[in-house]
């Protein structure tokens, strides 16, 4: 045996799992495991629910409304089921969770490398290490921003911010503000920096358009009566593709409003094409923005067309409350999206009118630390479904992981329970053929 | 039509099962997915000349069309040429309309939608204050391409726009036009 190239500190413990994370994916495997009587620790960088406590901006509530906000034996039972959680509203029912179920959490603890060892994995941290069979990576789908490479060609004078770095628009100078990405995030950024009044252009590439209410009741209730939520990673045509995918345009608020690009341009946002290049100072957009908007629209009248069906098919003899209860739009009186004839190609980023870039581009999940050889040569997690490509390690919380549902917080019961089998079943055989991992 | 049109297989003369075979087959190896695409031009006289493309770079290996083309260039007569062949600018429609067409083919093969006729008609706006050097604030290009397309087909007027929209979406040209390119000239 050759020895591990990577720092040794002091065996902390040995045990049969190691969840890293916990947020509201690692507790729910938490509770998995204690049900599965499967003695196992959560090690967490920081304190429970870590990002929404230090990686969100101020104003963000769920996507998703209350009811939504279940984990493993654990409901919504607040006053206002179709609310939608702030951020300090999302840590307390986190919090709350990990201390119903007892979970066995270690906070401040950095996971810095997990390397194959004979009997499993050995998991080095910043307060020792700890032997274990089995390794449940639910540190998050968003670790690190995707930054375009032209990232470093943005000239000195303006200042760059990515998604986590963003709290409120008081952080901004007074001038001009770019918002890179028309996901949630992307317009609802841009929609609260232009109420502050700074002047905003929005770069909008492939998009979902959506609305937030649908025939009196939220989007979510029907992307869950129709069953959309729970397809499976492995019924669907393309699931690479898929999993590229942006979210939603979406936002959470008292009110449902919808936030879609037309919104935006009421409240006097600039809408370009996506940024694909900075050069000599200058930003340039591409023009393909008018294709982008009629995709998105043509989507968004699909999903409301088979929202249409299923009521015309199954409406009448559901269970399901029909009976909507919000103010809709019906899908004649969604326009298509409002562009300007002549969209900017070009933004000059030196002459003083833009002072922020904001990178609203998505994040993919930092793995930095996991040193065994998973990854394709795009660097990309090889994993079916949250089993990754080496014995005894899963995944959680990735974007359309098992269902399209994996990386919400409702999304990870069904996980769980399946992964859990499967870990279960994978320390099972362990015990009785000691020897198969020899080779390994 | 009815009484024979039970199940008619689609048929737009795009063989889909071997372009899927090559997405396939190029995901796996990636390094046979790295294409050359070359043309050469020789000036004939005044605004003429005459282009040609017979070779490229592909699957790893030199590759070759079954014969070469050759296109001739000119400028019309309204620029005091001799308008021996379409303008460089209107080569430049030709490849976008053409990049497209194509798309909606194999993307309609792809989706079952039975072709009839797909016509395309393209309009690029220029400034001639650009190229003439008299606005600097005028840009050499195009202003901004029009493309209509006339397409008969079985299918929705929503379904036929979703076609061309996915058609824009994976068309090498329609990239070129919309997104900036490096070009390096050198002189030997």
Redesign the interface.
């Known amino acids: 045996m050759t020895s591990s190239p990577f720092g040794r500190s002091p065996l902390t413990g040995t045990v049969d799992v190691v969840v890293v994370g916990a947020g509201h994916a690692g507790l729910a495997m938490s509770h998995r495991l204690s049900r599965l009587a499967i003695e196992h620790v959560v090690l967490e960088r920081g304190e429970i629910a870590n990002s929404w406590r230090h990686e969100r901006w101020n104003s963000l509530r769920l996507l998703t409304p209350n009811w939504q906000s279940r984990l493993p034996d654990c409901s919504y039972e607040g006053a206002d089921p179709d609310g939608f959680m702030t951020m300090p509203e999302v840590i307390g029912f986190i919090t709350a969770y990990a201390k119903r179920i007892a979970a066995p959490v270690r906070t401040g603890v950095t996971v810095t490398s997990v390397v194959a060892s004979d009997d499993g994995y050995r998991v080095e941290t910043n307060r020792g290490a700890w032997r274990c069979r089995a390794v449940v990576v639910a540190s998050g789908a968003h670790g690190l921003p995707n930054l375009p490479a032209f990232a470093a060609a943005v000239p000195d004078s303006l200042n760059t911010l990515t998604a986590k770095d963003y709290r409120h628009p008081g952080q901004l100078d007074d001038r001009g503000v770019l918002v890179v990405g028309a996901s949630a995030t992307g317009l609802q950024l841009a929609d609260e920096i232009a109420r502050s009044g700074r002047p905003v252009t929005l770069c909008v590439g492939e998009h979902i358009r959506m609305l937030r209410t649908y025939r009196g009741l939220d989007v979510q209730r029907w992307l869950d009566v129709l069953g959309i939520l729970d397809e499976r990673y492995d019924a669907v045509d393309d699931i690479v593709r898929v999993r590229r995918v942006p979210s939603p345009q979406l936002i959470g608020s008292p009110d449902r409003a919808t936030l879609d690009l037309n919104a935006l341009t009421e409240r006097g946002v600039t809408l370009v094409g996506r940024l694909v290049g900075i050069y000599d100072g200058e930003a340039q957009f591409s023009g393909s923005l008018r294709n982008h908007c009629a995709m998105a629209d043509l989507k968004l009248r699909r999903l409301l067309d088979s929202i249409d069906s299923w009521v015309v098919e199954y409406g009448t003899q559901s269970a399901a409350p029909l009976e909507g209860v919000w103010p809709t739009q019906s899908a004649e009186q969604i326009v298509p999206t409002r562009l300007a004839a002549q969209p900017a190609l070009t933004l000059d980023l030196t002459d003083g009118r833009i002072g922020t870039i904001i990178w609203a581009t998505g994040f993919h999940p930092d793995f930095r630390w996991l040193h065994l050889p998973v990854f394709d040569r795009k660097g990309r997690l090889r994993h079916d479904g949250g089993i990754v490509d080496a014995p005894g390690l899963y995944v959680l919380g990735l974007n359309f992981m098992r269902r399209r549902k994996s990386s919400f917080i409702h999304g990870a019961e069904d996980d769980v329970r399946e992964l859990g089998e499967h870990l279960a079943a994978f320390l099972r055989i362990g015990v009785e053929r000691p020897a198969r991992r020899a080779a390994g | 039509m009815s009484a024979t049109a039970t199940k008619v297989k689609v048929n737009n003369g795009v063989n889909v099962e071997a372009l899927l075979g090559a997405r396939q087959a190029l995901t796996d190896v990636?390094e046979a997915a790295q294409f050359k695409w070359r043309a050469t031009c020789q000036w004939v006289n005044g605004t003429h000349s005459r282009s040609t493309v017979q070779s490229f770079f592909g699957l790893g290996a030199e590759q070759s069309h079954k014969t070469e083309f050759s296109y001739e260039a000119d400028h019309p007569e309204v620029f005091a040429a001799e308008d021996k062949g379409a303008t460089p600018v209107e080569y430049v429609l030709v490849g976008l309309a053409s990049c497209l067409t194509a798309g909606i083919a194999a993307v309609a093969q792809n989706r079952s939608i039975q072709l009839r006729s797909v016509k395309a008609t393209l309009e690029g706006g220029m400034d001639l204050q650009g190229i003439l050097g008299i606005d600097s604030d005028v840009r050499n290009g195009f202003?901004?391409i029009k493309i209509v397309f006339e397409i008969d087909a079985d299918a929705s007027r929503?379904d036929i726009?979703?076609l061309v929209?996915?058609s824009?979406?994976r068309s090498a040209v329609?990239?070129i036009?919309?997104?900036?390119t490096n070009v390096a000239v050198e002189i030997r």
């Open positions: 990636p202003d901004g929503e726009a979703a929209a996915q824009q979406k329609f990239d036009v919309t997104n900036p």
